[in-house]
């Protein structure tokens, strides 16, 4: 008796994969990250390592910057990959790939990677958290456009991210 409940529990922890560019963390991915810390046993927040891509901050610059942006949070691991989702989500046992949905064009572009998801592994499943409706605008591309024009992104980054885009344009 005592050994099927301990079985069951195991059996029940939900692992959850945010993956992303993370080129840098903004408060709305923060905001995503909590709410799912909330909803799930263990987040793990994965930094795809894309070669296709020019990102402006490195794959080390940015696991530290989220690492050092969730350390309140208990139960989130910082990490990055390569190559597809599925396959680090499998190498992970996790059953929920988590993503974040702004506008109606992030919808079209989500959906059609979930989809393409299931047909590579039906045992995982996306989940979707709308955004907190003050970040429904903001994304990395904002914050770097803003930046490289001399505005301020406190409001719009955690504080460490925001130290190192300054340190960088002076
Ligand atoms: P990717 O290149 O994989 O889209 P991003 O770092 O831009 O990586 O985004 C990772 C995830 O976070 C995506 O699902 C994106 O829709 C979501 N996201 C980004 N910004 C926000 C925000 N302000 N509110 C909610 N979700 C967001």
Known sequence: MALTSVSLSLDSVVIAIYPGSFD??????????????????????????????????????????????????INIEVDSFTGLTVEYAKLRQARVLLRGLRVLSDFEKELQMAHTNQTLWDGIETVFLATTKEYSFLSSSIVKEIAKFGGSVTHLVPANVADDIFSYYN
């Open 24 to 73: 840098p963390i903004t408060l709305g991915h923060l905001d995503v990250i909590e709410r799912a810390s909330r909803l799930f046993d263990q987040v793990i927040v994965a930094v795809l390592c894309n070669p296709g891509k020019d990102p402006f901050f490195s794959v080390s610059q940015r696991l530290e910057q989220i690492r050092r942006s969730t350390q309140h949070l």
